[in-house]
């Protein structure tokens, strides 16, 4: 699979598993409520937006829905520390 098939993978299973629709998701993820169908009619993002909204899927992933077979879930956001 590639980076956007796991992407569209993922946000097909999160709709499919929760209460929100793909447009509200696509909003709160990519900032416009087409953008979804435009990644999945072949439009693409980079990769810091891959993984911030790969991490904010993660995160936020509804009960009692898998995460899809064969797409990599990320760990979660690294916490760092500050020197005193």
Known sequence: MTLRENLIAAL????S?????EARLSTVLLGSGARI???RNGGDVN???YERAMLWLSENWPDGCDWPAGVPRPASAPVFEVAP
């Open 37 to 39: 169908a435009k990644i």
């Open 47 to 49: 990769t810091a937006t």
């Open 12 to 15: 097909t299973a999160y709709v």
């Open 17 to 21: 598993g929760s209460e929100i629709g």
